[in-house]
């Protein structure tokens, strides 16, 4: 108890030498202005399903943002047949969080309906692992495609097994 009055003289001080009340304000209503940049660190980080339409044989084109269902979000970038990622853990949490559990860039190949390439973690991260990844371009009950893991789980430390085109919200 005597802490707590202590600490509560120690506040009621500081704010007293700064001008401030510790009283509450005649205008109820009036607050201070919101922080943009803190809301938006604070509002969580998601990404909408979208399609993408495939039918099997014509040309492909998988860049754009996927949804990892690791809780990660996937920036792939197709050249040609060669596939790029830029892999981060945090999505569903907030922004400030991305990237904190795992960060993984990727390289791989598009032959037919397979990516076949390798990732590596990357510092940012606290995983450090790397190692082969294969997927599978899969159609969706929607109309459109997903990448479907169809490598040996236990072969790699990578964890997602299926990846979902999607929008960042």
């Avoid at 919101?34 to 604070?42: E, I, L, M, R, S």
Wanted: charged share 15%; net charge negative.
């Amino acid at each position: 108890m005597r802490r707590e009055l202590f600490l509560v003289g120690v506040v009621t001080a500081t704010l007293a030498a700064c001008g401030a009340s510790a009283t509450p304000s005649a205008n109820p209503t009036a607050r201070p202005a919101a922080n943009p940049t803190a809301q938006a660190v604070a509002a969580p980080f998601t990404c909408d399903s979208r399609t993408i339409a495939w039918d099997g044989t014509s040309a492909i084109d998988l860049t754009g943002t996927w949804d990892g269902d690791d809780d990660g979000v996937y920036y792939l970038r197709q050249l040609g047949d060669e596939i790029w990622w830029l892999g981060m853990s945090g999505l569903g949490g907030p922004l400030v969080a991305r990237g904190t559990d795992w960060t993984n860039v990727y390289h791989g190949t598009l032959a037919g309906g397979t990516v076949t390439g390798t990732y590596a973690d990357v510092p940012g991260g606290k995983i450090q692992d790397s190692g082969p990844v294969v997927l599978k371009l899969t159609s969706t009950s929607g109309g459109g495609i997903s990448l479907v893991r169809t490598d040996p789980l236990l072969s790699t430390g990578f964890g997602g097994t299926l990846l979902t085109p999607c929008t960042l919200g």
